[in-house]
């Protein structure tokens, strides 16, 4: 239904380009149900926009239905139409009211006779719980029943397919879960669909697939179960599991551990980890600094820490070593027991030249 090749799409900032969309390239099937998520400013919204035309990519294709929209002989707006929009902020019609914000698009841009339109626009305010507000004007409403106004008047142009542009990140928590019941409503009905969103639990039920974008890509995409369960790529992984981490790279053994102790204080300040905590990333750091690792290249940290799960792990990095670590001639015996006695589990792999070591903390 829709194919996207190397879409990109560069905004001047500052009289500087900025290129936000580098390499998109997906393809949306009839009856999909798509998340796109991400962390901020990856380009979501934007990559949305390009799709609908309501900002003109720097380069790339987008088919519809085998139309290229950005020819520039193809009729933008007939295209369009198959494509309904719904927006964070709901952008009706505030001096109309909600029966003629539902109705008025097919009147003038369908050219429906008044009296049907006005029907089939009580219909859909019907199926997403509204009928007894046609008459009321949008300033009486709440956000969550401006937002499934909007929902109506999109549908009321009969699209082929609906985007939405985080549809309840404007929305008082009490209202989401309405706006989200309306959404897998249409999912369930087959409505192909397009969100950007940043309500996981929701994108892991309603989708076929999920896009995780990322620096301006599609940088991994697979069902909800790959992308959430088994995330292939650690940018999504530390996306999905709300990994804060925090690292240290370190050449030589003139390393400050002072310096690092006190990074180690912020950082578990910042996310409110417990004392016990912060005390054994301390000594885990120690331990493993002077009495395990053997130096046999830099040496690099990760501290992680899922705000998901709230559990604290340490990937460790020891470059040009291809021998075990804890089995190894040089372990100091206290230190290692001290080490395995702050975790709960511990791995170590070979990674090319480098030694991996994962250091689960207990909590
Ligand atoms: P997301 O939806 O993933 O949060 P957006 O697509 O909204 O990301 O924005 C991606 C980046 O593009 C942001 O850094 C934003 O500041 C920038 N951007 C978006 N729209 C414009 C614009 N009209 N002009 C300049 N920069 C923009």
Request: charged content about 25%.
């Given at each position: 239904m829709i194919t996207v090749r190397h879409l990109a799409k560069e905004y001047i900032n500052n009289g500087e380009p900025f290129r936000v969309l580098r390499d998109v390239n997906c393809q949306i099937n009839k009856g999909e149900v798509i998340s796109i998520i991400?962390?901020?400013?990856?380009?979501?919204?934007?990559?949305?926009?390009?799709?609908?035309?309501?900002?003109?990519a720097t380069a790339g294709q987008i088919e519809i239905d085998g139309v290229d929209i950005l020819d520039r002989n193809t009729d933008v707006s007939l295209l369009r139409r198959k494509m309904g929009m719904v927006f964070q902020n709901f952008n009706l019609?505030?001096?109309?009211?909600?029966?003629?914000?539902?109705?008025?698009?097919?009147?003038?841009?369908?050219?429906?006779?008044?009296?049907?339109?006005?029907?089939?626009?009580?219909?859909?305010?019907?199926?997403?719980?509204?009928?007894?507000?046609?008459n009321a004007m949008p300033a009486e409403l709440s956000g969550g029943q401006k937002q499934r106004v909007a929902i109506a008047r999109c549908l009321s142009m009969k699209p082929d397919i609906i985007l939405f542009d985080e549809p309840t990140s404007a929305l008082d928590p009490t209202m989401v879960s309405e706006v989200l019941a309306v959404i897998r409503q249409l999912a369930k009905q087959g409505m192909t669909m397009a969100i950007v969103t940043h309500e996981m639990n929701f994108a892991r039920d309603v989708s076929t697939r999920i896009f995780f974008m990322y620096d301006g890509v599609i940088y991994e995409e697979g069902s909800p179960s790959q992308i959430f369960d088994h995330p292939a790529k650690p940018e999504t992984k530390a996306f999905i599991q709300r990994i804060r981490s925090l690292d240290f790279n370190i050449r030589n053994r003139d390393f400050d551990l002072y310096g690092m102790n006190s990074s180690l204080e912020n950082f578990c300040q910042k996310y409110a980890l417990p004392q016990s905590c912060l005390n054994r990333a301390q000594?885990?750091?120690?331990?493993?600094?002077?009495?395990?690792?053997?130096?046999?290249g830099p040496?690099?940290?990760?501290?992680?820490?899922?705000?998901?799960?709230?559990?604290?792990?340490?990937?460790?990095?020891?470059?040009?070593?291809?021998?075990?670590?804890?089995?190894?001639?040089?372990?100091?015996?206290?230190?290692?027991?001290?080490?395995?006695?702050?975790?709960?589990?511990?791995?170590?792999?070979?990674?090319?030249?480098?030694?991996?070591?994962?250091?689960?903390?207990?909590k």
């Open positions: 991400g962390p901020s400013g990856t380009g979501k919204s934007t990559f949305l926009r390009c799709l609908n035309h309501l900002e003109e019609f505030n001096h109309l009211s909600i029966l003629e914000n539902v109705s008025v698009g097919p009147v003038r841009l369908l050219g429906v006779p008044k009296a049907q339109a006005q029907e089939q626009a009580m219909e859909l305010l019907r199926m997403v719980g509204l009928a007894e507000k046609a000594l885990l750091v120690e331990e493993m600094l002077h009495g395990i690792l053997p130096f046999t040496i690099h940290i990760s501290v992680e820490y899922s705000e998901l799960d709230y559990t604290l792990n340490m990937t460790i990095i020891q470059e040009n070593c291809t021998a075990s670590i804890f089995d190894g001639p040089d372990v100091d015996d206290i230190s290692s027991t001290l080490v395995r006695g702050y975790c709960t589990e511990i791995k170590e792999e070979q990674n090319g030249d480098n030694r991996e070591i994962i250091l689960k903390i207990k």
